[in-house]
Structure formats: C-alpha cells, structure tokens
C-alpha cells in the first residue's frame, strides 16, 4: 500500500497564491491515478483535480478549472497542487488520494484508496 503526506496549506488573502504538495512512501506513484480533494466544514467532500499516472489525462473541477493545476513527478513521488487566484470560498481541508488502475482519472471520492490525513487552507477575504 502507498502512504501519502499533504503539506504546504496555511492562510493566505484572497487572490494569493499557495501550491501543496503531497509525497507518497509505500509505493511508487506510478501505480497510481491521483486526485485532490477538498471539504469545507459542514460541506461533503468535493473533487478538485485529478491526474493519470504518466498526466496525459487531466482532469478539473469547474469552480477551479484555470486557477489551479495539478502536476506530478513520479520519479520523486510527489503530487503538486497549484493555486493561484484563490478565493475565500476555496477554504477547506485539502486531501490528496491514491487510486487505480492508474490510467483512469476519477472524480468519485469512493474510488480512491489512499489518503492523507489533509491540510488547511483558509483564504481570507
């Protein structure tokens, strides 16, 4: 099985700018599709990103489609989320999941297998 770290949240104004990361031990993340989630307090988990394990397939939520980017290096087993332009409504715990086959980028938070523990971001207005 594949461990994942998320770090790299915090607070920060609105229109600024914060890039997580999440770091795999375990497994190589090769093997693996991988996705960020976020949830807002008193709000289900929603899909953010998602990205197939040699990132031909990129995939986005609406509300963060063109601010946002996802990226990874599999050779250093790292999963990057990039933020730019944010705004107090993407305050949430950020999670990033592990899942397979690793060809397919899903949107369903039911069909990962792995997550981290998550990290803050709040954005404040």
């Known amino acids: 099985q594949v461990q994942l770290v998320e770090s790299g949240g915090g607070l920060v104004q609105a229109g600024g700018s914060l890039r997580l990361s999440c770091a795999a031990s375990?497994?190589?993340?090769?093997?693996?599709?991988m996705g960020w989630f976020r949830q807002a307090p008193g709000k289900e988990r929603e899909f953010v990103a998602a990205i197939t394990w040699s990132g031909t397939i990129i995939d986005y939520s609406d509300s963060v489609k063109g601010r946002f980017t996802i990226s990874r290096d599999n050779a250093k087993n790292t999963v990057s989320l990039q933020m730019n332009t944010l705004k107090p409504e993407d305050t949430a715990v950020y999670y990033c999941a592990a899942s397979t086959p690793p060809w397919r980028a899903e949107r369903g938070w039911d069909l990962y297998d792995y997550w981290g523990q998550g990290t803050q971001v709040t954005v404040s207005s």
């Open positions: 375990g497994r190589t993340l090769s093997n693996y599709a």
